[in-house]
């Protein structure tokens, strides 16, 4: 396999350990996006609203996403006394180590068409010219 830059590396190490296992086959799918500018975090939320998030930047300056919905739906039939209740609850939580090339303060997120967007933006790199005149002294 071969890999052009550690960045795709640090996400997968994230995501292949035995220390965080993805065993709830109902946790959302998550892809991670690198362009010359940004990363792109998409992750599945289909009939989640901004609401049912809280996307964060923790002490250890690591990028945290929660998820947690609740439904609840009640039908009542006019049989008797029945009464039958369907709970719905989702809850989902992942950390992700962040490149140092992420610009922290201009993260943005937004929720469109069943998929949550996290922007990192990189920092600009700047590129010294090594090239100079040396002035020689008498």
């Known amino acids: 396999m071969r890999r052009n830059n550690w960045v795709p590396e640090v996400f997968n190490d994230f995501f292949d350990t035995?220390?965080?296992p993805r065993i709830n086959a109902t946790a959302?799918?998550?892809n991670v996006i690198e362009t010359e500018?940004?990363?792109k975090v998409e992750l599945a939320a289909a009939g989640m609203?901004?609401?049912?998030?809280?996307v964060t930047i923790n002490n250890e300056g690591n990028l945290s996403i929660k998820m947690e919905s609740k439904k609840e739906n009640k039908e009542e039939e006019n049989k008797g006394r029945y009464l039958r209740r369907e709970f719905s609850y989702s809850k989902f939580?992942?950390?992700?180590?962040?490149?140092?090339d992420v610009e922290k303060e201009k993260i943005s997120a937004k929720v469109?068409?069943?998929v949550l967007t996290v922007t990192l933006p990189k920092t600009e790199v700047k590129v010294?010219?090594?090239t100079?005149?040396?002035t020689i002294e008498e």
């Open 112 to 114: 469109a068409d069943g």
């Open 37 to 39: 500018k940004d990363y």
């Open 132 to 134: 100079r005149q040396i």
């Open 18 to 20: 035995d220390f965080m």
């Open 93 to 100: 939580e992942q950390t992700l180590i962040l490149p140092e």
């Open 49 to 54: 609203k901004k609401e049912d998030f809280n």
């Open 128 to 130: 010294i010219d090594p």
């Open 28 to 30: 959302p799918a998550i």
